[in-house]
């Protein structure tokens, strides 16, 4: 099960998880976009004998193969995790800490919304969510943007015109033009990336909802980013910690967006026991 991970079925899918220590603590896992929940298991040495450590591979990444009408929910994969802790024998009545890498992010703090009850710590690496991007908007949440957005992913030219115009005027930064252009060169990531993005559109948490359950349960929030990231800012973490100060913790390290690494072992540590 800890190697190459098991599989669960859900409706007309199967659903591939991991599971990594033994620990009366639960910490459930949230991968980034294009990744697998495989690549949390650097944690295990460290923290299973404290923790039980669960990730899933969310639809369309990894081993997970998703057949179920979309765009996915909360409210289905809380299902799925219900299922998966029944599955593993793990109580009903264990807290949950929470561990979102980038996208992942987004969907730790839409369960945090959805059972704020069952959470008893929010861990954020480099995450998204924390405000909303126009762009992503435009493009998964109306009709209009998600036609326009297919018919790009389709017929790319216009859009690579723009682009290279934009870095060439210097209006678009030279990382984002690199990151941007690695997702749009190949027909089969385009295919992806809007398969993805319109099938987890839902998970989209209200930032002000999120603030007040922080308040309101005193929950320890913890948020790392690295100081080089030209993907996801520091600067939101700040932007997001306003309010919310006493219960919301900023760590900032030497490093990019990539923070899912065993050199930064002790930062992540630091991040669920302090």
């Known amino acids: 099960m800890t190697a190459s991970g098991n599989f669960i079925p859900f409706g007309s899918s199967r659903v ?4 990594w220590g033994k620990g009366d603590k639960l910490l459930l896992c949230f991968h980034g976009y294009g990744e697998t929940a495989a690549s949390f298991a650097f944690l295990e040495e460290a923290l299973g004998n404290e923790f039980t450590i669960l990730a899933v591979d969310l639809p369309f990444h990894g081993g997970t ?29 264990t807290p949950w800490y929470l561990m979102g890498y980038s996208m992942g992010g987004r969907i730790a703090l839409s369960l945090l919304a959805a059972v704020p009850e069952r959470i008893a710590r929010l861990v954020l690496l480099a995450p998204d969510g924390l405000r909303l991007n126009p762009w992503y908007w435009l493009a998964t949440q109306t009709g209009p943007g998600r036609l326009l957005f297919r018919y790009t992913m389709h017929h790319p030219g216009w859009f690579f015109f723009l682009l290279r115009a934009g ?45 007040a359950i922080i308040r309101r349960r005193q929950l320890p929030v913890r948020i790392l980013y690295g100081r080089f990231d ?42 669920l026991k302090g």
């Open 16 to 19: 591939c998880f991991y599971r």
């Open 230 to 271: 030209r993907i996801i800012l520091a600067k939101r973490g700040e932007e997001f910690r306003k309010g919310i100060e006493p219960y919301c913790h900023l760590t900032v390290l030497s490093a990019g967006h990539q923070l899912l690494q065993i050199s930064y072992l002790p930062a992540l540590l630091s991040l």
């Open 65 to 93: 193969e998703w057949r179920e009408t979309l765009p996915f929910t909360a409210e289905q994969l809380l299902s799925i995790l219900e299922t998966l802790l029944a599955e593993t024998a793990i109580p009903p009545e």
């Open 167 to 211: 870095n060439a005027l210097k209006l678009v930064n030279p990382s984002i033009y690199k990151f941007v252009s690695c997702y749009i060169d190949d027909r089969q990531v385009r295919e992806n990336l809007y398969t993805r993005w319109t099938a987890l559109r839902t998970f989209r948490p209200h930032i002000g909802a999120v603030k």
